[in-house]
DNA sequence: GTCTATATTAAGATAGAC
DNA sequence: GTCTATCTTAATATAGAC
């Protein structure tokens, strides 16, 4: 219903075409603030033909949206339990502020999802994110209570995490503006200030 | 000119509401996603009443915008040279964190123009906001380099204590969804955490 | 599958009475 | 100053030819 009927060599590249237009655009203006037009001619397609893959621009934006909570979960969901408990957290920042550079886009619509109240994304919020922090709040907790951590509250602690990695998505053309950036070199000076603030705050 | 013409009191009164409602429906939808009819509705004007007082949605927008980046950058302006290297960095956190506690929809609003690009501000982004940023990021790495502070490179530092702390009012919905919470209690437990990062990571 | 043409609604803005 | 009525444009979506 939300997906693409994609299944013919030409629908797959026309929906995937779609998806990449869309994704430009909802991440940069939002869902109500994107048209089909701007998607229609990223996309290089006519506006009717657009809707002949998806029903509505609804439908798009759900598709887009779908995807991304399983990416976006997914560095946390490997931090392990079994690992030397400062590594798996620097590990997790890395992987996360990774994703802030390869996925600025996707990171953008979340963003705006969120910001605009997450309409279309809280259910997924509350069932799907909330538990799994919650999971790995204790495993942290846990690793705090046996002294191979120092204190800090579990779930601040994550929240910070996401916070500072995807700042560096989220607010891209004022830390550009800032630092008088035109490339990406400020992604590694990030991970190795970041690295440095959490392993300090962290080693017990 | 972006000016509204209040001068009696009444156009006053107007001005405001306009003003208030405006701030509630940007900060939610951006610029593109909300319309006059939303402001009007809220204001409780009829939405030419609105377009007598503010000659366009251009003209609300400015307005609001106009007073958001001194608010926004006030907070940095008071860290204090002269101060205690690592109270003055705690300080300075704690007003950040007030500000999302107290005027988060300003922090949302500041959000959704960075977010599309800062069509709108990102002069006063690079004539403003940089060169206060770098002024201060002296002072920092001074500090640093006098041995009162340990060291982390100033600009990514800055940038954490933003996103950390405006994380609590731009993410308020994702922040409110992890925690259970239907109050504003986070508000403290977040200050204590932030606190104690920051002091960790900065103690000599 | 793709296009032109168009229906339909919503949104920013204005005219003009009161 | 405030309202009703309305103009104009832009946006979502559909019809129907090819």
Avoid: C
Wanted: proline share 5%.
């Amino acid at each position: 219903m939300t997906r693409p009927r994609a299944q013919t060599r030409i629908q797959q590249k026309n929906s995937e075409a779609i998806l990449e237009a869309a994704l430009e655009v909802f991440s940069q203006s939002g869902f109500r603030g994107a048209t089909l037009d701007q998607i229609a001619e990223k996309a290089g397609l006519s506006k009717p033909n657009l809707l002949y893959y998806f029903p509505s621009k609804e439908a798009i934006h759900a598709a887009l949206i779908a995807g991304l909570l399983k990416v976006w979960l997914d560095p946390l969901r490997e931090l392990d339990a079994g690992g030397e408990p400062v590594e798996e957290i620097l590990a997790y920042v890395r992987r996360k502020l990774q994703l802030s550079r390869d996925f600025p886009r996707e990171s953008r619509l979340f963003a705006n999802e969120i910001l605009q109240g997450a309409p279309r994304i809280l259910e997924a919020i509350t069932g799907e994110l909330k538990p799994l922090v919650d999971e790995k709040s204790a495993v942290i907790a846990k690793w705090m209570a046996e002294g191979r951590l120092a204190p800090l509250e579990p779930h601040h602690l994550i929240f910070s995490i996401w916070a500072t990695t995807q700042h560096y998505a989220d607010f891209d053309v004022q830390v550009r503006a800032v630092l008088g950036h035109e490339d990406d070199r400020h992604f590694s000076q990030a991970e190795e200030a970041l690295v440095i603030l959490y392993r300090r705050t962290l080693t017990p």
